[in-house]
């Protein structure tokens, strides 16, 4: 394949603009805020996991406390009533007494009973309204984390989409003055060659391999024409001569 020399020297700049947009590329894939976000979301994920179960805790708690104080209730007014019954006098049978006397003891005894389970579960529910608290401090404090990195990742994002606009638009205009069959193979190679499709022949080196060109290469190099679309022996890649050849 021939192509004038200036259009195979368009053809670096066309390599170069594709290689700042790949770098660009990896840049975006690779922002540290990437990373520092799935962390955030993971801590975040757990702690609202946590704080869902804390919750269920201390709603739970708070139904039984009202449960057992429910149960207090109905134990007191029970001994309030049998209290008054044994006051007012309606009760003279010495059997039914010592009776009403028995049960007024045993009331006593169960509220007791039942006041410590109610403590018991104020101590607990305390304690879920506690850890409810610490966690919903948490959970505010890594999604504010969440959002600032976030943040920053949008505009580090914005900065780089906008270079890579600009970039691309230079790439159009350059790539446009590149004969089609020419811009045609590079595209081809770009695709084999992990996206280094030309290369410049510097100092008897090729930019695309690192490969030195051996002494027939160069002298096969030498006798070729300007015109002559050159190929990399090692890398196959388009081979670009410049003043800095070396030749």
């Given at each position: 394949m021939n192509a004038a020399h200036a259009d195979q020297l368009r053809?670096?700049?066309?390599?170069?603009?594709?290689?700042?947009?790949?770098?660009?590329?990896?840049?975006?894939?690779?922002?540290?805020?990437?990373?520092?976000?799935?962390?955030?979301?993971?801590?975040?994920?757990?702690?609202?996991?946590?704080?869902?179960?804390?919750?269920?805790?201390?709603?739970?708690?708070?139904?039984?406390?009202?449960?057992?104080?429910?149960?207090?209730?109905?134990?007191?007014?029970?001994?309030?009533?049998?209290?008054?019954?044994?006051?007012?006098?309606?009760?003279?049978?010495?059997?039914?007494?010592?009776?009403?006397?028995?049960?007024?003891?045993?009331?006593?005894?169960?509220?007791?009973?039942?006041?410590?389970?109610?403590?018991?579960?104020?101590?607990?529910?305390?304690?879920?309204q506690e850890r409810v608290s610490e966690l919903t401090e948490r959970v505010t404090s890594v999604q504010a984390k969440v959002d600032d990195a976030t943040a920053r990742r949008a505009a580090a994002e914005e900065k780089i989409n906008s270079e890579v606009a600009s970039i691309t638009k230079d790439r159009e205009v350059v790539a446009a003055s590149v004969p089609a069959d020419l811009l045609k193979l590079y595209e081809k190679l770009r695709g084999q060659h992990g996206g280094v499709g030309a290369a410049r022949l510097y100092q008897r080196r090729c930019e695309g391999c690192r490969l030195e060109l051996?002494?027939?290469?160069?002298?096969?190099?030498k006798a070729a024409s300007r015109d002559t679309v050159l190929r990399c022996e090692n890398c196959h890649r388009i081979l670009i001569r410049t003043s800095e050849s070396g030749l």
């Open positions: 053809l670096l700049d066309v390599q170069s603009l594709d290689v700042r947009l790949s770098q660009l590329a990896h840049k975006h894939s690779s922002l540290p805020e990437h990373a520092e976000i799935e962390s955030l979301t993971k801590d975040l994920t757990h702690l609202r996991d946590l704080l869902v179960a804390a919750q269920t805790e201390e709603s739970d708690t708070a139904r039984e406390q009202t449960k057992a104080e429910q149960d207090v209730d109905q134990v007191r007014q029970r001994s309030v009533r049998d209290q008054q019954r044994l006051d007012s006098g309606a009760v003279t049978s010495p059997k039914d007494l010592e009776s009403l006397q028995h049960e007024i003891v045993s009331l006593a005894k169960r509220q007791g009973d039942l006041e410590d389970v109610v403590l018991e579960i104020m101590e607990r529910r305390e304690s879920a051996n002494i027939t290469e160069v002298n096969d190099v």
